[in-house]
């Protein structure tokens, strides 16, 4: 059965920092590109950060790069999310997502397995 569990999330105060971890079960971890999305209140889901299959090519939406890290770790079946300097807008739940393949895409359609997601709050 294929699942995908978020861990990590939390309330920090503005300038903090958190690692989400993504657990995957059920599939061949390291044929999947693997990405993060973010959900506010009132908002549509949005992307966050992406990584391709086996470590490849990494993305990053405009608001977070120099800030947050994707990662992987295959042997583990994880994906990470590492998120310094954390500012009040970055509050939303934060979920992974997995679709089969080298290059990770951007828009949440393409992805085919959804975590539950992990609330993140950062208060200022």
């Known amino acids: 059965q294929v699942q995908l569990v978020e861990s990590g999330g939390g309330l920090v105060q503005a300038g903090d920092s958190l690692r989400l971890s993504c657990a995957a079960f059920g599939f061949t971890f390291s044929s999947y590109a693997m990405g993060w999305f973010y959900q506010a209140p009132g908002r549509e889901r949005a992307f966050v950060a992406a990584i391709g299959g086996g470590g490849g090519p990494t993305s990053y939406t405009d608001s977070v790069k120099g800030r947050f890290t994707i990662s992987r770790d295959n042997a583990k079946n994880a994906v990470y999310l590492q998120m310094n300097s954390l500012k009040p807008e970055d509050t939303a739940v934060y979920y992974c997502?997995?679709?089969?393949?080298?290059?990770?895409?951007?828009?949440?359609?393409?992805?085919?397995?959804w975590g539950q997601g992990t609330q993140v709050t950062v208060s200022s």
């Open positions: 997502a997995a679709v089969r393949g080298w290059d990770p895409p951007q828009t949440s359609r393409e992805y085919v397995y």
